[in-house]
């Protein structure tokens, strides 16, 4: 089962804020410090991408304007919250198809930034009109018990 937020004594929520940079790279070094070794590649081309989308498409590069991000971990999940101050965008955008495939039915609305968000997080939850981005990745699977001991 897949956690859609941290337990209740899993509380403590890093913060960072900052302007709306393409320039991502001690962003992500902050966002990957839990990271399991083994994972980083992956939730670093989703998180890059999600950033690049909150900095690009919902802030259009307005230096003016930030981007906030909430995270934390757990032994087995970690939790992003990234918030941009866009005008927001329709979810879905009419192409489900982002899920599963590179979404070429509606060009333009959809396609390889949300394609490498389903793939790389295991929740990709939208609210706030688009403007406030949830995702979840498990990390450690819990350890099954033997049927026979």
Not at 40 to 55: I, K, M, S
């Amino acid at each position: 089962m897949i956690a859609t937020s941290p337990p209740a004594q899993q509380q403590k929520w890093d913060t960072l804020s900052f302007v709306s940079t393409l320039y991502l790279q001690p962003v992500l070094e902050l966002l990957l410090k839990d990271v399991p070794p083994h994972w980083h590649a992956a939730v670093r081309l989703g998180l890059q991408e999600a950033l690049v989308n909150a900095a690009k498409h919902g802030n259009h590069l307005d230096p003016a304007k930030c981007i906030s991000v909430k995270y934390t971990a757990s032994a087995s999940h970690l939790w992003w919250v990234i918030v941009d101050q866009g005008s927001g965008f329709s979810y879905p955008c009419g192409c489900d198809e982002a899920k599963d495939s590179n979404c070429t039915a509606h060009p333009g609305e959809c396609g390889r930034g949300l394609y490498i968000l389903y793939q790389v997080f295991d929740q990709v939850n939208w609210y706030n009109d688009g403007r406030e981005l949830h995702l979840s990745k498990v990390v450690r699977q819990p350890r099954r018990l033997p049927l026979i001991h």
